[in-house]
């Protein structure tokens, strides 16, 4: 079986005062392109379909025409909600789209939803979990003891494990890990603070593949068979070097599968730039890309500019950001940087270098402990 795994659509989003929406548009289309061309049975759609759990009016007749197209070409859709979307919505009019073999499983109902189907090679259990919080999870399992994001979902695995005797697929939108390798993480994505939300990939084994979702970036975690397709666009600065794709996975006999990449070229990339005023204005330098990308400007002038912004938009409309970097700069920078230490006590300076380190929010509880160090050691918390 040969199905299309995506994520983190996050229609409706917007970059500063930008609207996406002919962006996310033309990248829905080029996928139907794709679907088209490749000809997959399936999509799966791993969670964050709407940037807001109330989105705009118009990100929601988006998708419903994309949907649409689908079920126009007979493809099976299976989606979970990932953690910005709001379940109960996506779950509205489930039982009707089911009957166009469009599967939605937005909300967690105690155990993973399993969709069954068939190849040539036998069945492929698809096992459907929507984006969970141990809270979630303590309301289904009162008796047992859940503190963490993978206690949670290595419950919920284990009360319906995956079936050995045929391939088994899981859908999923977490964080996840592999021992001490973490995914890359980028600025658009949405982060638990002073929670441990990290699952490791272990949790996985039995599953044939894994179809995540919650990172921007596509990329493999723990085994090539367990993948963040990653966003079909750009949402930050910080993915500027990112090259989107969806993923593509080709399922054999049991045990046999290939993955494949496609890649996905946006309406307006997102860039960054940098140099003298004059020469980001010079036609040599503009005409070699598309002037309508949405762009971060990094002037190195060191003299005074009289509105470069003005002067920067007449050439690129889409510049959203603007900054300088030249001695002026490094000199306000650095003062700001030396008051901000100056302002914190140990304390914060110890979560700050923990969040450098792990890429995660330093837990409540060791917080409080750091703090309670610091105060018996004779200084300021």
């Known amino acids: 079986m040969r ?8 229609l409706g989003k917007r970059l500063g005062e930008c609207s996406l929406y002919e962006d996310q548009k033309y990248i829905l289309g080029q996928i139907l392109e794709l679907t088209d061309r490749y000809a997959p049975q399936a999509l799966l759609i791993a969670g964050d379909v709407y940037d807001k759990s109330a989105p705009a009016a118009e990100a929601v007749a988006l998708f419903d025409d994309f949907l ?18 709001s379940p109960e919505r996506l779950n509205f009019g489930g039982r009707i789209m089911a009957r166009q073999n469009i599967y939605l499983c937005g909300l967690f109902n105690g155990q993973a939803e399993q969709i069954v189907l068939e190849d040539c090679h036998g069945k492929i259990i698809f096992h459907l979990l929507p984006f969970i919080r141990p809270a979630q999870a303590r309301r289904f399992y009162p008796e047992e003891t859940i503190d963490s994001y993978e206690d949670a979902l290595r419950l919920i695995l284990a009360a319906r494990p995956p079936d050995r005797s045929c391939r088994n697929v899981l859908m999923a939108h977490q964080f996840i ?58 949402y930050s600065f910080s993915e500027a070097r990112h090259q989107k794709s969806l993923t593509m996975v080709e399922l054999g006999e049991k045990g046999v599968v290939n993955i494949e990449t496609l890649a996905l070229r946006p309406l307006r990339d997102l860039r960054q730039i940098k140099g003298p005023l004059a020469k980001l204005l010079d036609p040599a330098v503009y005409e070699q890309a598309n002037r309508e990308d949405y762009l971060h400007v990094t002037l190195t002038d060191e003299d005074d500019l009289i509105a470069p912004l003005d002067a920067l938009r007449q050439i690129y409309p889409n510049v959203l950001r603007l900054d300088f970097a030249n001695s002026r700069a490094a000199i306000t920078q650095a003062e700001s940087a030396a008051s901000t230490l100056q302002h914190k006590t140990p304390a914060e300076l110890f979560a700050d270098f923990y969040r450098l380190q792990q890429n995660i929010e330093l837990p409540d509880d060791k917080q409080a402990l750091v703090e309670e160090i610091f105060r018996e050691l004779g200084g300021d918390a």
């Open 68 to 85: 649409t197209e689908l079920a126009k070409r007979k493809r099976i859709v299976l989606l979970i909600s990932g953690n910005h979307d």
């Open 177 to 234: 890990t592999s021992g001490a390798c973490r995914p890359e993480r980028s600025d658009s994505e949405q982060i638990n603070l002073g929670t441990l939300d990290n699952i490791d990939a272990s949790a996985f084994a039995g599953f044939d593949y894994v179809a995540l979702g919650h990172m921007h970036r596509p990329q493999s975690i723990g085994g090539q068979h367990i993948r963040y397709a990653g966003s079909p666009l750009k």
């Open 3 to 10: 199905f299309f795994h995506l994520a983190d659509l996050h």
